[in-house]
């Protein structure tokens, strides 16, 4: 943390310094308010995720942030074809992301509850190491019985052991992560 020294503003005291980190979400394949627009481009086209990225460095954005869909959702009694179809690996889009961009930090929402920490680890030391160590990782854990079923776990767990789950998945995770 930076701190400013107000003494010569005549205040007397350190105080720390206020600073805002900027990051571009990029939606997901749901939000039709988004994509119901032509300009917008495609949601599943990687010239879009390049378009975004770029826009977001130029404005010195300080990442980039995608988030994992691991659930599929029913609609009139069959499965929502654009959660299928619709939504590109997110660690392979921020692994090509990397290769077009230069600064700007690339962060995945990855599910602690359904991944395993030896694939996370070695998904983002992969991708840290192709971009030169500019990975970021959002943590989520799932609630839905929907995606519980996608990895043939019925049902969902309970709040508390998802968080569980999750402390034990950080430790492995950090473990396999830290030289």
Same mark, same amino acid.
């Given at each position: 943390?930076? *701190? !400013?020294?107000?003494?010569?503003?005549?205040? &007397?005291?350190?105080?720390?310094?206020?600073?805002?980190?900027?990051?571009?979400?990029?939606?997901?394949? %749901?939000? +039709? +308010?988004?994509?119901?627009?032509?300009?917008?481009?495609?949601?599943?086209?990687?010239?879009?995720?390049?378009?975004?990225?770029? +826009?977001?460095?130029?404005?010195?954005?300080? $990442?980039?942030?995608?988030?994992? &869909?691991?659930?599929?959702?029913?609609?009139?009694?069959?499965?929502?074809? !654009?959660?299928?179809?619709?939504?590109?690996? =997110?660690? =392979?889009?921020?692994?090509?992301?990397?290769?077009?961009?230069?600064?700007?930090?690339?962060?995945?929402?990855? %599910?602690?509850?359904?991944?395993?920490?030896?694939?996370?680890?070695?998904? $983002?030391?992969?991708?840290?190491?192709?971009?030169?160590?500019?990975?970021?990782? %959002?943590?989520?854990?799932?609630?839905?019985?929907?995606?519980?079923?996608?990895?043939?776990?019925?049902?969902?767990?309970?709040?508390?052991?998802?968080?569980?789950?999750?402390?034990?998945?950080?430790?492995?995770?950090?473990? !396999? *992560?830290?030289?």
């Amino acid at each position: 943390m930076r *701190l !400013l020294d107000a003494r010569p503003l005549g205040i &007397g005291f350190d105080k720390p310094a206020k600073q805002i980190h900027l990051a571009a979400h990029f939606p997901g394949v %749901n939000n +039709t +308010t988004v994509w119901s627009d032509p300009r917008s481009g495609s949601h599943i086209e990687f010239s879009s995720f390049a378009r975004l990225a770029r +826009t977001a460095e130029r404005a010195k954005f300080d $990442f980039l942030f995608l988030a994992e &869909g691991l659930r599929l959702r029913e609609q009139n009694g069959r499965i929502y074809d !654009l959660d299928v179809v619709g939504r590109p690996d =997110t660690f =392979t889009v921020l692994a090509a992301l990397a290769a077009v961009t230069d600064r700007l930090g690339l962060a995945d929402t990855v %599910n602690s509850t359904f991944n395993e920490p030896y694939e996370v680890a070695r998904q $983002f030391a992969s991708l840290d190491h192709l971009s030169g160590g500019r990975a970021g990782w %959002n943590v989520v854990t799932s609630w839905d019985a929907f995606t519980a079923e996608n990895f043939r776990r019925g049902g969902f767990l309970p709040q508390d052991a998802r968080y569980e789950v999750d402390e034990r998945h950080d430790g492995d995770r950090r473990g !396999l *992560l830290e030289p």
